[in-house]
C-alpha cells in the first residue's frame, strides 16, 4: 500500500484548519445573530433526520397488514390481544385496530372510528414539521435583521471617524450581509424538506384511508354475504 507523504498531510491539516478559522471568522463578523441562525440549522437538522427515520413508508405501512388481518379474522383468530399487537406495531396498524374493535358495529361506526383514529395518526406524523417550517420562515428574517443592525453600526463608526472612504465603506457592507446570506442558507434546505415531509405525509394518509376502507369493505362484505345466505 503507498503511503502518503507527511509533508502532504500537513498541508491537508493546514487547509482543514483555515477553513475552519474561516467559517469561525464569518460568524464572529456576523455579529450575535449568527447565533440564534446557527441553534435554528442544529434543530432543523435534527428534525430533518429524525423524520426521514420516522416517516419510512415501511414503518408506516408495513406490506400485507391488510392480508395478515383478513387471515386472522378467517381464521377466527381475532382476539383483543392480537387486536391490541396489530395497533402497537405501526401507525397503520392503529387505524385498522380502530376498525377492527368496532368490526361487529354497522358500515357507519367502522368509518367514523377510522376517521378519529387517523386524525390522531397524521398529527403524529406531522410532528415537529411545523417547527421545520418556523425555522423556514425566520432564518431569512434573523439574516436581514442581522445585515441592518450590521449596516446602522457601520454607518455610526464612519459618522463617528469622518472617513468617507468608499473601499471601508464597501467592506462594512460586505460583513453586514454576511447574516442574510447565512439566513438563506438556512432557510433553503430547510423549506425543501418542509415541503417534502409534508407531501409524504399527505401521501400516507391518503393509502392509510384506502387500505382501512378495503378492509372495511371486505369485512362488511362477507357479513352482508352471511347475512343473505342466512
Known amino acids: 500500500m503507498r503511503k502518503v507523504p ?53 414503518r408506516i405501512m408495513p406490506d400485507n397488514l391488510v392480508t395478515h388481518i383478513w387471515r386472522l379474522h378467517c381464521n377466527q383468530q381475532l382476539t383483543p390481544n392480537s387486536i391490541e399487537t396489530i395497533r402497537q406495531g405501526s401507525p397503520l396498524g392503529r387505524i385498522l385496530a380502530a376498525a377492527l374493535v368496532n368490526r361487529h358495529h354497522s358500515h357507519e361506526v367502522m368509518k367514523e372510528a377510522i376517521t378519529d383514529t387517523g386524525r390522531q395518526v397524521v398529527a403524529d406524523l406531522e410532528r415537529f414539521l411545523n417547527t421545520l417550517g418556523t425555522i423556514a420562515a425566520i432564518s431569512p428574517l434573523l439574516g436581514l435583521l442581522g445585515t441592518v443592525i450590521g449596516m446602522i ?46 407531501g409524504t405525509v399527505s401521501r ?8 382501512a376502507l378495503r378492509l372495511v369493505e371486505v369485512i362488511k362484505g362477507e357479513r352482508e354475504e352471511a347475512e343473505d345466505q342466512g
Request: hydrophobic residues 55%.
Open 6 to 58: 507527511a509533508f502532504c498531510l500537513e498541508r491537508q491539516d493546514q487547509r482543514v484548519i483555515l477553513r475552519i478559522s474561516s467559517v469561525l471568522e464569518l460568524m464572529i463578523a456576523g455579529g450575535w445573530v449568527m447565533l440564534p441562525l446557527v441553534v435554528c440549522s442544529v434543530i432543523a437538522t435534527a428534525i430533518v433526520i429524525e423524520r426521514a427515520w420516522a416517516l419510512r413508508r415501511r
Open 153 to 198: 453600526d457601520m454607518f455610526d463608526v464612519l459618522t463617528a471617524a469622518g472617513n468617507n472612504n468608499p473601499t471601508l465603506l464597501a467592506g462594512g457592507v460586505a460583513k453586514a450581509l454576511i447574516t442574510t446570506a447565512a439566513g438563506l442558507c438556512v432557510a433553503i434546505p430547510t423549506l425543501m424538506f418542509h415541503r417534502h415531509y409534508d
Open 204 to 211: 400516507l394518509a391518503l393509502d392509510m384511508e384506502a387500505q
